[in-house]
């Protein structure tokens, strides 16, 4: 097993930038690639950007590209989310998540959850 605990959101003004972190702990060594989701209500789990836990591979969905950085420390097995320029649309509770079987784009391919952090863009 491996728990997942998000921090860092909250309520903030579009153009703001808020720091997302997710700490690992339980059976890490299994892990293969991390990723934060959102989920806007009324809307399914999207992927917003996925990390390889060895070499540290990113991919970003098109909407978050240029502003959202995904990081990693393995050391600590915490994973981060820098969310720059804030829009009302990033407006979501986010998810972390861990994959055993490597990097992936949709919910299915992960196999651990975070509990979520909601992050509110105001205009």
């Known amino acids: 097993q491996v728990e997942l605990v998000e921090s860092g959101g909250g309520l903030v003004q579009a153009g703001d930038s808020l720091r997302l972190s997710c700490a690992a702990s339980g059976r890490t060594s299994r892990t293969r690639a991390m990723g934060w989701f959102r989920q806007a209500p009324g809307k399914e789990r999207e992927v917003v950007a996925i990390i390889t836990w060895i070499g540290g591979s990113t991919t970003y969905t098109d909407s978050v590209k240029g502003r959202f950085t995904i990081s990693r420390d393995n050391a600590k097995n915490t994973l981060f989310l820098q969310m720059n320029s804030l829009k009302p649309e990033d407006t979501a509770v986010y998810y972390c998540?861990?994959?055993?079987?490597?990097?992936?784009?949709?919910?299915?391919?992960?196999?651990?959850w975070g509990q979520g952090t909601q992050v509110t863009v105001s205009t």
């Open positions: 998540a861990a994959s055993t079987r490597g990097a992936g784009f949709t919910t299915r391919q992960y196999d651990y």
